[in-house]
């Protein structure tokens, strides 16, 4: 009974529908997270990669404890990367900045085999290819924003480049 009156007013007040990526259209985009994920991702693996020079394979408990922390940050981290990626290409990116800027679709897929590879394996040079891909996806969302960007590196390891705005 409600649901039927409340669809009679709507005929009969005609209110405009509006659409949004969450229940509160907020507006709120910004790849900081995506960068901040990635930045995660190559400390992880500069974190392993000084723990086995230091302690070898190891088989202390202190050695596996501390290695499966590293690892599950690296993953859970490299995932976000991916998902906050996602939802600015999903709920943000229109047709019209697919047609301005024709490799982003490209640069997206690039980032989520990036991020998968960056959880799969412990290599420095995909972590940082990945943090790369997502500065250059930052410097198109910001275009698109129409602020110009800058790089500075981060203030903390593992001190990378990342892309920010010009406010």
Known sequence: MLYRLIQKLDQSVQIESVDAHCDIPCGIYDPHQAQIGALT????????????????????????NSMAR??????????LTKHEIRVIWGDFIKEANLEEYPQLNGLVHKIMTLGSKARQTVDRETAVALLE????????????????????????????EVVYPVL
Do not use: C
Request: hydrophobic content about 45%; charged content about 35%.
């Open 41 to 64: 991702v190559i400390r992880m693996v500069d974190l392993i990669e000084s723990m086995v020079k230091e302690h070898g394979k190891g088989d202390t408990a202190e050695f596996i």
């Open 70 to 79: 590293y690892i599950a940050v690296k993953e859970e981290h490299a995932e």
């Open 133 to 160: 891909a997502v500065n250059e996806f930052a410097e198109i969302f910001w275009q698109i924003k129409g602020k110009e960007t800058k790089r500075v590196k981060a203030p903390y390891a593992p001190a990378e």
